[in-house]
């Protein structure tokens, strides 16, 4: 792994070997379909091959390796070596020869601990330990004169850090007893794998407005070199673990089942779809009986009570889980399970506008305002007559029926226009699970299999008991099972299958128990079953209830198929494979289905020749209980979406060796894309032009070529040089595929704006047939570029000491035809007899606004990035500071933690 130092016959030298540390990764990016004659042609550059000293290394996603050169006293290289490594927790062995340059390597080896031991003749035995991960581990070896019934072990420095010297990724690769040891609110591994130089969680750029946000992922994304989500690929295991609704991670697994976490910042090889990777690598069994439970709590006993707040908000916090790890088959089979579980009970003072006992009468007398009739105004003097001592003459029946969603005031009304305040109940739960089986089957066969269910749930109430709280609710699964066949030190062959089902979906409460739309009276308003919640009502000045758009979200299903094979043939080592996914996805969006009604007292505004006065601006609760929005829409038609497609893949990559000192990473990868389609017949591209839809997706985008170069050149012992440039296509976010349903006539949206001479009441809004003409229309363009990254970086790494290292770059990428939204139909010109100067003349003077997806902006990114790695020793807890006394203080009153950790066997 590291600098190596003898510790057991310290009367013999040992000569600390420098560390070299390699990273070939697997792919399940984000890949098109079908195959061509294009992908043929990768597969036929897939037989190249090249000759001389091999000094490159295997490795696989979810796998690594050893390798190293073995060398004598004098310094000059032994071949015919015997290089056996051993797995200290489950017993597997390989053994190894090294060839005639003195060089080793053992590919495709589970992560984690191993002992190495070297024989051959004239020397003496040569035992040492080094921990494997999916990096690679460099262990060069010296041997000593003697005989081979002599042992001498080497330990490998603690705290010690290397050079990484055979590629040009920026990669961090944080350990299990880093994950369990950093600082980490809230515990989950994104915190820790976003450690690295430009690189964040998302929750840290607020984009809480975005699709995140709107879907509560923001936790699970990340922001790596300036890039969003679409352009990290999260994996679990090996095989693809993204929510394709938001691009975010599905499941994460906790701190505690997580063996390793691989960030590659910038530069990934040909074998991934993106140029930054997230790898995280679940535990497994081993011949020791090992396991551990714990529970994080908090409560409100040591918080002081917020300033608005009339209570104390309630505060449960139960972090709590366990795992086991066992051999079923000693040395063979064994098996691990980790459960993880969350109850977060909270309450959020919560300060409303709720109408007072007069208003709710229709009595605004103590409102300081004065009230117009609507039913009064007079299109001659162009005015209204006040209501006679500000009391309202009827209330709407919609709105009696409303105003039973309003609690009473529980204070007078403040300068702060509250008059209810209440702690609303918050919750955020889940409940994690996780199985693995690794199976030895032979020296050469190596199975594993992995299954993780995520159930959480998140939200909060409203003011309406059982009505308009929002919650967030994530049922994920994940599985995966690889097969590695090693054919000899040369080949090896890795076969994946996975498994990625997503329903993630933002829920309303009440969704679904009637029709809310029948049972207010609204006329016209048709939401699909599966659609139904109150309708959306705002107000102005006043607490506005119910979210026109939930529920929203999607059920995904993913099947992945790859197959990868490692070549090592003289100084290249070839890796080329192929990745095929077959996607459902199933989506659902709420847009107005409901209806969207908004009040803000125009109906009772004060008129002067037709004008609204600029003073008397009536009263949205007012206008409310009469029944006269200022403006109203309600969608009709299908917003249900089930979309079908298939991603398909080829890459070739090319680690060569050129000098002792100098590699190259060459490679090459294709992505097909046969972009989603709806089985059902909904799906379209509106055309402005022409007026009418084209059923079907968008063009399948057949040139997505992505090469990849870098090099890495070892300037001298301490100093690594490196750069690389790539490639990278990213695909459309899926939730965007609900603009490919919302067009007319699949979709109309009715609208309305209050005329004070003709007012309309609320339940008579729409007509059950209305025009198509001038319709507002959502669509994805015919011709949809994919994203692509041009991706570069340029760095210094420099050895400061054997547990310090430094690490100085540069990171820059340019983002083609990025997701934009622009009127497709937008006004150029002022229509004839227009003398208000707002363009009103449209290129199709038949069709409304068109709201389209065009993949059309432009993007860069430059940053310097610094690193600065310090391993402490292993005497030491972890990287985390030691608290101060104050520290130590505080986090006692916060949180209490119990945990075991037990080990057997």
């Not at 402005?688 to 997706?697: D, K, L, M």
Request: with cysteine; proline share 5%.
């Amino acid at each position: 792994m590291a600098h190596l130092r003898k510790t057991s016959a310290p009367s013999e030298s040992t000569k600390n070997g420098g560390t070299q540390r390699r990273d070939f990764t697997y792919s399940t990016g984000f890949l098109k379909t079908r195959f061509s004659r294009a992908v043929q042609t990768i597969l036929l550059l897939m037989i190249v091959a090249g000759v001389g000293p091999q000094k490159a290394t295997l490795a696989q996603t979810d796998l690594g390796f050893i390798s190293g050169t073995v060398r004598d006293a004098a310094d000059a290289v032994v071949p015919n070596c015997q290089i056996e490594v051993k797995n200290s927790r489950t017993a597997t062995t390989r053994t190894v020869t090294s060839d005639q340059n003195g060089y080793f390597n053992v590919p495709s080896l589970t992560v984690g601990p191993y002992t190495v031991s070297a024989t051959a003749p004239g020397f003496k035995h040569l035992v040492t330990n080094v921990d494997v991960t999916t990096n690679g581990t460099t262990a060069n070896l010296q041997l000593s004169v003697g005989n081979v019934q002599q042992e001498v072990t080497v330990t490998s420095e603690s705290g010690s850090v290397s050079l990484q010297t055979d590629n040009h990724e920026l990669v961090t690769t944080v350990s299990p007893t880093q994950l369990v040891n950093l600082p980490n609110n809230t515990r989950s591994i994104l915190n820790v794998a976003t450690l690295g130089p430009s690189s964040q969680q998302g929750t840290d750029v607020g984009v809480d407005g975005g699709d995140e946000g709107f879907y509560g992922q923001t936790a699970n994304s990340v922001i790596i070199s300036g890039l969003g989500n679409a352009h990290t690929a999260f994996l679990q295991d090996g095989v693809d673990n993204t929510n394709l609704l938001t691009q975010t991670v599905n499941i994460l697994s906790s701190v505690e089942a997580t063996q390793e976490v691989t960030t590659i910042l910038n530069g990934a090889p040909a074998r991934f779809s993106q140029p930054s990777i997230i790898n995280v690598i679940t535990k497994s069994g081993s011949n020791q009986i090992h396991g551990t439970a714990y529970d994080f709590l908090q409560n409100d006993d040591f918080d002081a009570q917020n300033w608005f707040a009339t209570s104390k908000p309630a505060k449960r916090f139960n972090q709590f889980g366990g795992n086991i790890g066992a051999p079923l088959w000693k040395s063979k089979l064994f098996a691990f399970f980790d459960y993880s579980g969350l109850r977060s009970h909270t309450g959020v003072v919560n300060r409303d506008r709720v109408p007072t006992d007069a208003e709710r009468g229709g009595d605004f007398s103590a409102d300081n305002l004065t009230l117009y009739d609507p039913s009064t105004y007079d299109p001659i003097t162009g005015t209204s007559q006040p209501f006679a001592g500000n009391k309202l003459t009827s209330i709407s029946p919609f709105a009696q029926l409303w105003l039973k969603n309003y609690p009473e005031p529980n204070q007078a009304l403040d300068a702060s226009n509250v008059n209810y305040v209440v702690n609303l109940p918050q919750i955020s739960n889940y409940d994690e699970y996780l199985g693995r089986v690794d199976f030895n089957i032979s020296p050469r066969d190596l199975l594993f299999g992995t299954v993780a269910r995520l159930d959480s749930q998140a939200g909060q109430n409203s003011i309406t008991p059982g009505l308009f709280g929002i919650f967030i609710a994530l049922k994920g699964t994940n599985i995966s099972v690889a097969e590695t066949h090693v054919f000899n030190s040369n080949i090896v062959n890795v076969f994946k299958v996975g498994y990625n089902r997503s329903n993630l979906f933002r829920t309303q409460q009440g969704e679904g128990a009637l029709n809310y739309a029948e049972a207010y009276g609204l006329e016209n308003v048709n939401p699909a079953p599966a659609q139904w919640t109150p309708p959306a009502i705002n107000l102005t000045n006043y607490t506005s209830l119910g979210d026109p758009y939930s529920p929203q979200g999607a059920i995904q299903n993913r099947f992945q198929y790859t197959d990868e094979v490692s070549w090592k043939l003289g100084n290249h080592t070839f890796v080329f494979g192929g990745d095929y996914v077959k996607t459902q996805f199933d989506g659902n969006w709420v847009v107005g289905n409901n209806g969207i009604y908004n009040f803000d007292g125009s109906a009772t505004s004060a008129y002067i020749n037709g004008v609204r006065s600029s003073t008397d601006q009536g009263n949205s609760f007012a206008d409310m209980e009469l029944g006269f929005p200022r403006t109203a829409n309600a969608a009709n038609g299908v917003t249900l979406g089930a979309f079908r497609g298939t991603d398909v893949s080829g890459y070739v990559q090319d680690d060569w060796k050129v000098l002792p000192r100098l590699t190259f990473n060459i490679g090459l990868r294709y992505d097909f894309d046969n972009p989603p389609n709806d089985k059902n017949g909904h799906g379209g591209q509106f055309d402005v032009a022409s007026n009418r839809v084209i059923p079907g997706t968008w063009k399948t985008n057949y040139n997505d070529w992505a090469p990849r170069f870098g090099f890495s050149y070892q300037a001298n012992d301490r100093t690594v040089v490196r750069g690389g440039y790539g490639i990278y296509y990213a695909p459309i976010l899926y939730n965007n595929l609900q603009f490919q349903l919302l067009y007319s006539p699949n979709f109309v949206n009715q609208s309305y704006s209050f005329n004070v001479a003709t007012p309309v009441d609320i339940q008579d809004l729409f007509v059950p047939n209305p025009s198509l003409a001038g319709q507002q229309n959502y669509t994805l363009t015919k011709t949809l570029k994919d994203t692509s990254v041009q991706d570069w970086n340029f760095n210094i790494e420099r050895s400061l000491s054997n547990n310090t290292l430094l690490t100085l770059g540069y990171i820059g990428n340019v983002t083609r035809h990025q997701s934009a939204r622009a009127d497709l139909n937008q006004p150029f010109g002022l229509t004839p007899g227009n003398t208000s100067g707002i363009l009103d003349l449209r290129p199709n003077t038949n069709v409304g606004t068109t709201d389209g997806q065009l993949n059309a902006v432009s993007a860069n990114y430059n940053a310097l990035a610094i690193k600065l790695e310090r391993h402490t020793p292993t005497a030491c807890s972890s990287w985390a500071p030691i608290p101060t006394r104050r520290q130590w203080i505080f986090w006692m009153a916060t949180m209490q933690t119990f945990k075991i950790s037990i080990t057997l066997g």
